[in-house]
T-cell receptor, first 116, second 115 residues
């Protein structure tokens, strides 16, 4: 079974530029998550999708961050314009469902973003 | 709001020895899940072990076991017969059983296994 795929693995941009990250979840997984992991901290949820609908985006800085999952499969996370404090690893995860007992999350390798 | 606290930023253990990583959490929920994740330098977050709060029996997975104390809101991870491949960041995480099932992570413990 293929795991969660993410690209690119690394990205370096200057502040005020824009950037996009891509995630392909495990086949058949209805729920997709984007987490932000700042150096020295644990991951923090940015947004959660159930199929192509948003379940929770309360921690997403909507003035600069956006995410979509148009066909309920792949997802894209965008930052525009980037700030220095956006430097972090962006992790994508997926789970079969949100229901109890079927909600184990599988993580991708992450994208390390450096904003200079 | 849920909070997860890992008070040990770094730990080390000799190969083949046993080590225990600590985690406490705060929640008003009665039903929830607790997890330990391992994050090696490759950054891939890997599930180590999972505990359902309604189960009194502590979860075990081969060399990994937990000590779950619900009343004390404590959830420690014991690694027996430590191996060099266990070197990684370890994160404790909390998930509510109902509603949006996102994970709340602690700040992590960096474990180094010394040959």
């Amino acid at each position: 079974e293929a795991g969660v795929a993410q690209s690119p693995r690394y990205k370096i941009i200057e502040k005020r530029q824009s950037v996009a990250f891509w995630c392909n979840p495990i086949s058949g997984h209805a729920t997709l998550y984007w987490y932000q992991q700042i150096l020295g901290q644990g991951p923090k949820l940015l947004i959660q999708f159930q199929n192509n609908g948003v379940v929770d985006d309360s921690q997403l800085p909507k003035d600069r961050f956006s995410a979509e999952r148009l066909k309920g499969v792949d997802s894209t996370l965008k930052i525009q314009p980037a700030k220095l404090e956006d430097s972090a690893v962006y992790l994508c995860a997926s789970s079969l469902e949100r229901l109890a007992g079927r909600n184990e999350q599988y993580f991708g390798p992450g994208t390390r973003l450096t904003v200079t | 709001a849920q909070t997860v606290t890992q008070s040990q930023p770094e730990m080390s253990v000799q190969e083949a020895e046993t080590v225990t990583l600590s985690c406490t959490y705060d929640t008003s929920e009665n039903n929830y899940y607790l997890f330990w994740y391992k994050q090696p330098p490759s950054r891939q977050m890997i599930l180590v072990i999972r505990q359902e709060a309604y189960k009194q029996q502590n979860a075990t997975e081969n060399r990994f076991s937990v000590n779950f104390q619900k009343a004390a809101k404590s959830f420690s991870l014991k690694i027996s017969d430590s191996q060099l491949g266990d070197t990684a960041m370890y994160f404790c995480a909390f998930m509510k059983q109902t509603g949006a099932n996102n994970l709340f992570f602690g700040t992590g413990t960096r474990l180094t296994v010394i040959p």
